[in-house]
């Protein structure tokens, strides 16, 4: 089993910048990806960018303002520069892992961008 402790959301205005941590617990610590998704109000969750066999993958919209890095074994942070209103949504992390493939998801947390 594995749980998931999401933290760093909150309100922020445009052009600032926020980092979201995720942090894994439990039996497992192998885990072959580890991502951030998001869903705004009345919009699919999407993919905002991961970490598996070693890259980094980003969503277009967010290509060059937003960072993920994994710095414990267990630990992924986002970096979020330059927000934008558009940004606004629930921020889930996700994990994979690597034996099993079974998923694990966060709680979320929100953020949101407005003046």
């Known amino acids: 089993q594995v749980q998931l402790v999401e933290s760093g959301g909150g309100l922020v205005q445009p052009g600032g910048s926020l980092r979201l941590s995720c942090a894994a617990s439990?039996?497992?610590?192998?885990?072959?990806?580890m991502g951030w998704y998001r869903q705004a109000p009345g919009k699919q969750r999407e993919l905002v960018a991961h970490i598996s066999g070693g890259s980094t993958n980003y969503a277009d919209s967010v290509k060059g303002r937003f960072t993920i890095s994994r710095e414990t074994y267990n630990t992924v942070y986002l970096q979020m520069n330059s927000l934008k209103p558009e940004d606004t949504a629930v921020y889930y992390c996700?994990?994979?892992?690597?034996?099993?493939?079974?998923?694990?998801w966060g709680q979320g947390t929100q953020v949101t961008v407005s003046s």
């Open positions: 996700k994990v994979v892992v690597s034996t099993t493939l079974y998923n694990y």
């Open positions: 439990g039996s497992i610590s192998n885990f072959a990806f």
